[in-house]
């Protein structure tokens, strides 16, 4: 008898925590890079890729087990990816939808791509305000679509 | 007080300031008197300069103030010492900054770094502020006003500061601004596209230099070591190259500005023509510079 084992792909649903829908399929692990999750991060993370999806044909969610993103992490989202929605899931109930947008200042968390800005040779924090549709460094000046700078 | 880190954080009126105040500046050259006393100016040079120094020197000097100097060849940046701790070291023993780095957006840091106002001399490709002082007071020195003139602006507009700097400093003035440069060497968008919407600025490029309409030439150099092959970096060069026969075709009472050096852009016969302003340019770093180091000074 030949035996057979289903293991479902489909992730678990969360009590509490956050899920990032309608990110750009290939995007999911930018977004864990531009949170700040990697295998320190306390809580279980899911990623799942090339979800199909009416709106985007294909699309990746993450899941974040037991942390509601507060609106200031929500934003950096925004820089992977501008379409994503965030929603806090708080008792298996949809609590809160946040859509991305791009944050006002962010601080250290983005690299200069100008090889010249005093950013890449001096030990000091970066610093990026929204201007208009992308993000101008505060010390060289320069001013970048978000997709550059992640 | 605040210092002088970028034209951006500028508005019309705080150019005006300065024009205003320069003008009182070079009365004040005349008279010989010195309005400063007890004052210390820091010039942080961490890259070659003749002309921005020595006129920093010249300018803290004729206010009445003592100038102290830093020689990048043998600071202790060249031992590893970050910008940061030495603007705060420098900080601790003058009363304005002036700095000058090959990092874009170095002054910005130093400005952050210290209590007494910093002054941006140049860094890297970003800005030249009193640069762009000194070009709009030679303007308005030399044709009486800024407004509806067209100034032309001819050679590597990518990589000169001072030509970032300045289109955003004509474009406050409602000067009608033609760019033009060999391609590849193109004034960036953004810079344009900022100029456009921020100032509204009548801005035209062109491909060829045509003095026809032209109230103020301002050339810069191409700069040679950016190209790959030398054969096309002489050829732009020459077709860049401002002759006298290009003059014949000027409009009248037209003004020919450089921020120099000039290498063979402009050939030397040209320096004897009464078009020929860029001496009387370098010059005015004097009065210009009193006047940021003296406001700076609270002596304004």
């Not at chain 1, 479902?8 to 509490?16: F, Q």
């Not at chain 2, 075709?249 to 037209?254: L, S, V």
């Not at chain 2, 921020?259 to 770093?285: H, N, T």
Request: aromatic share 4%.
């Amino acid at each position: 008898m030949k035996l057979v084992i289903v293991m479902p792909l489909s992730v678990e649903k969360i009590e509490n925590g956050t899920v990032i829908d309608h990110i750009d399929a290939g995007l999911g692990l930018k977004v864990l890079g531009m949170l700040g999750i990697d295998r320190d991060f306390g809580a279980r993370v899911a990623v799942i890729m090339n979800v199909p999806s009416k709106k985007l044909g294909k699309k990746d969610i993450v899941k974040i087990e037991g942390v509601a993103l507060d609106s200031r992490k929500s934003d950096l989202v925004s820089l992977v990816c501008k379409n994503a929605t965030i929603n806090i899931i708080k008792k298996s109930e949809l609590a809160e939808k946040r859509q991305a947008r791009l944050p006002k200042k962010v601080s250290g968390v983005l690299r200069c791509p100008n090889a010249r800005c005093i950013t890449n040779s001096e030990s000091m924090e970066t610093e990026f305000e929204l201007d208009g549709e992308g993000m101008r460094c505060a010390f060289c000046e320069k001013k970048f679509p978000a997709s550059e700078l992640v | 007080m605040e210092g002088l880190i970028s034209i951006r954080d500028c508005e019309k009126k705080d150019l005006e300031e300065y024009l205003k105040l320069a003008e009182k500046m070079e009365a004040l050259l005349k008279s010989g008197k010195k309005i400063v006393d007890n004052k210390i100016v820091a010039t942080m040079f961490f890259e070659p300069s003749t002309r921005t120094n020595m006129s920093f020197q010249a300018a803290a000097k004729r206010l009445g103030a003592d100038v102290i100097s830093f020689n990048s060849e043998s600071s202790s940046s060249k031992k590893g010492e970050s910008l940061i701790d030495t603007v705060k070291i420098i900080d601790g023993y003058a009363d304005v900054l002036v700095i000058r780095h090959p990092g874009e957006g170095a002054a910005r840091v130093a400005d952050r770094a210290a209590k007494h106002p910093v002054v941006n001399a140049g860094d890297g490709g970003n800005q030249h502020p009193t640069q762009t002082l000194i070009d709009l007071y030679t303007i308005k020195k030399c044709k009486g006003e800024i407004e509806g003139l067209n100034v032309q602006l001819v050679g590597d507009l990518k990589h000169a500061r001072a030509m970032r700097s300045l289109v955003l400093g004509l474009a406050m003035f409602g000067a009608r601004i033609t760019l033009v440069s060999p391609k590849g060497l193109e004034m960036d968008r953004e810079i344009i596209e900022e100029a456009r919407g921020r100032h509204k600025a009548d801005i035209e490029e062109l491909n060829a230099i045509d003095l026809s309409d032209c109230d103020v030439l301002y050339v810069c150099r191409v700069q040679k070591e950016r190209f790959a092959d030398q054969y096309e970096a002489a050829k732009v060069q020459h077709e860049f190259r401002i002759s006298e026969e290009y003059l014949e075709n000027a409009k009248a009472g037209m003004i020919i500005l450089h921020p120099l050096p000039k290498i063979d852009e402009i050939p030397e016969a040209v320096d004897e023509s009464p078009m020929a302003r860029y001496f009387q340019q370098a010059k005015y770093g004097v009065p210009v510079r009193m006047a940021v180091l003296g406001r700076m000074l609270g002596a304004v």
